[in-house]
């Protein structure tokens, strides 16, 4: 290992020696109970909400999809999906936050997403939470996979190591501050994490404008390609049929544009539809510490989303001017922001920023085991096989949920030629089309009732699966993200069959009539746990 190198690998470990601290300083607090250790008691501030929000979020996708989506194929699909998710995330803080984190508290002070939906609809046998934890394993398992191929790949880029084994080695990283701390843990790490990715993404943004001689020489090279600026047209690499991008003189080779229109526009922007159903950022809205402080994580949020997938896409589009045909598949060109990191900064620097893009996935796949362990322990062990769980027998179930979603998540990230983004949009749609219908209705309609609660996760998670295997690849007006009709057709289910069925008991009009209304603020200790007093 060269001397650089050495250096890179001592700033990755101090990272690590960080993260790891973190969990074990949280571990004793977040062990006392399942309140404390499931959703940090309801006591986390504006700042670690939103900058754990977002980072949770923004998994390795951020730093890696988003790039190299921009390498690839240029400015427009990447960009919609950009503009999509910052209106998804404001949107999202703006009708849901308040309401969420208000109406948990009188929902018999819930601290998982399944058990909201459960005591919502005062489901006494707990179907709407089982069915929403089994959607929550699936999902979030695939979820878990994306981010230890980020952790695998990170390090064979830089250093030739062998794929598998780092990836192994990040998602054990993870799995342990993750099961020690509990939820103040990863908010926590995830704040830490949330500002290095910001720093890493400026850092190599500035850098690479530096090295392309100015925005002028890399905006007319990229020109010249087939629509790779266009906002309503989309570069076209030739690939041959091993999918790899074919050169001609040093130069990368491009088909005819392919059209960027209005259906294919709203369906990608349609990606911000997702934020509604993702417990990662929902529960996030469950544990701030009040709701008045919920206007100051929203700014803080949506100004760390937007600056941080404009300086990521112009780190795609700028090292396609740099390094034109180097990165000629597409999971290759998902390495660029690494390789201009090692190219462009000092090896000490380098290190620091290529451990915002360990902070992207560790922060996102830490939330992803939390939420699966928590949903699996609290409402389908203790909701359904023993309603008499202790504290202790909980946190254990939670635990070996961990381990089992740890191992499927090493299984689906094994095969390193895995596309993030791909594997990314997938579980994003089953998440957004399950839960995000069901959370709107949830929180702004007081004829929904149980079944039609049923019927809309089931019809939005069918629709997921039927359309990405059997519809899209009709093509045509077909060939849409699945999240935009799954998330359509998941409403339409909860009105008919609401409406079909017998209206909710008075008492939980009662609750959906009152919710906003009364002061039910639960903050029965408002301790500053976090952005205060760490003993209180």
Not at 264 to 284: A, D, H, N
Request: overall charge negative.
């Amino acid at each position: 290992m060269q001397n650089s190198d050495a250096i890179i690998v001592f700033a990755i470990l101090i990272y690590f020696v960080v993260v790891l601290t973190i969990g074990f300083v949280y571990a004793k607090r977040s062990n006392s109970s399942t309140s404390e250790y499931f959703l940090g008691g309801r006591k986390v501030g504006p700042w670690f909400t939103a900058l754990s929000a977002e980072a949770s979020d923004m998994s390795g996708y951020l730093l890696m999809g988003l790039p190299g989506l921009a390498y690839f194929t240029g400015a427009s699909d990447v960009g919609w999906t950009a503009i999509g998710l910052a209106l998804g995330t404001y949107l999202n803080w703006k009708f849901v936050a308040e309401r969420l984190r208000r109406y948990s508290v009188v929902a018999n002070d819930s601290i998982t997403i399944p058990g909201f939906f459960s005591n919502r609809y005062h489901d006494e046998k707990k179907t709407i939470g089982t069915i929403a934890a089994v959607i929550i394993l699936v999902f979030f398992s695939v979820y878990c996979g994306s981010c230890f191929v980020t952790c695998g790949r990170l390090f064979h880029t830089l250093f030739g190591l062998d794929y598998a084994s780092m990836m192994v080695l990040g998602a054990l990283i993870v799995f342990l501050y993750t099961m020690v701390g509990g939820y103040l843990s990863v908010v926590a790490t995830d704040f830490v994490q949330g500002c290095l990715m910001f720093f890493a993404l400026a850092v190599v943004v500035i850098g690479s404008i530096t090295m392309a001689g100015g925005l002028d020489n890399t905006v007319a090279f990229l020109s010249d390609i087939p629509g790779y600026l266009s906002m309503t047209t989309m570069a076209v690499p030739m690939v041959d049929e091993t999918g790899t991008q074919m050169v001609e003189n040093g130069m990368p080779l491009f088909d005819e544009p392919a059209t960027y229109g209005i259906i294919t526009i709203i369906s990608t922007m349609s990606w911000g539809l997702g934020y509604f159903g993702m417990p990662q950022v929902l529960v996030r809205f469950m544990g701030i510490r009040s709701q008045e402080e919920i206007k100051t994580s929203r700014h803080i949020a949506v100004v760390w989303v937007v600056i941080s997938m404009f300086c990521a896409v112009m780190i795609g589009l700028i090292g396609r001017y740099i390094i034109p045909s180097e990165l000629l598949t597409s999971s290759s060109a998902e390495t660029i922001f690494i390789v201009l990191s090692k190219m462009m900064l000092p090896a000490f620097l380098c290190g620091v920023v290529v451990s915002g893009i360990l902070a992207a996935s560790m922060s996102s796949a830490s939330s992803y085991l939390l939420i699966t362990g928590s949903s699996v322990a609290e409402n389908i062990y203790r909701a359904l096989f023993k309603k008499d769980a202790t504290d202790d027998q909980v946190l254990i179930v939670s635990r070996i949920t961990l381990a089992l979603v740890l191992i499927f998540g090493i299984v689906v990230a094994w095969d390193s030629n895995s596309v993030i983004f791909t594997v990314v949009s997938y579980a994003w749609a089953g998440l957004g089309a399950s839960f995000g219908p069901l959370m709107l209705f949830s929180l702004y309609w007081r004829r929904t009732n149980k079944a039609g609660a049923i019927a809309g996760m089931l019809t939005g998670a069918g629709m997921v699966l039927i359309w990405h295997n059997l519809i899209k690849p009709i093509g045509g007006i077909f060939g849409i993200y699945e999240l935009g009709p799954a998330f359509l057709c998941g409403c339409i289910a909860i009105v008919v069959v609401s409406l079909l069925t017998k209206e909710p008991d008075q008492s939980i009009y009662d609750e959906f009539d009152h919710y906003m209304d009364n002061d039910i603020e639960g903050e029965r200790n408002l301790e500053l746990v976090l952005e205060g007093d760490v003993t209180a």
